[in-house]
């Protein structure tokens, strides 16, 4: 099994930041992409960011300049660096990995999710 555990959401004001990590543990043998995606109350799921193995990035329109998204490998976790933060960044943040496993199957798992609240 694999595990993705979120952290580093919570209350901020407008104009401010928060960086949310996610870490992977269990029975990991290689991470492919891992990314960041939110879901904002009575909205869908919508993609932050993603970020391959190697290092190449792709964020959406509405973060990007404002957001970063990186990783460290040798610790299986993604990072989301969110500056300027605006009210309509409010949501659920959830982390995203694809893995293969020890058993040498690819799946896609899922955190948690942190929530993020941006007040005006």
């Known amino acids: 099994q694999v595990q993705l555990v979120e952290s580093g959401g919570g209350l901020v004001q407008a104009g401010g930041s928060l960086r949310l990590s996610c870490a992977a543990s269990?029975?990991?043998?290689?991470?492919?992409?891992m990314g960041w995606y939110r879901q904002a109350p009575g909205k869908q799921r919508e993609l932050v960011a993603t970020i391959t193995s190697g290092g190449s990035t792709n964020t959406a329109g509405s973060v990007k300049g404002r957001f970063t998204i990186s990783r460290d490998n040798a610790k299986n976790t993604v990072y989301l660096q969110m500056n300027s933060l605006q009210p309509e960044d409010t949501a659920v943040y959830y982390c995203?990995?694809?893995?293969?496993?020890?058993?040498?199957?690819?799946?896609?798992?899922w955190g948690q999710g942190t929530p993020v609240t941006v007040s005006s």
């Open positions: 269990g029975s990991i043998f290689r991470i492919n992409d």
């Open positions: 995203n990995a694809q893995v293969v496993t020890t058993s040498s199957i690819l799946r896609n798992y």
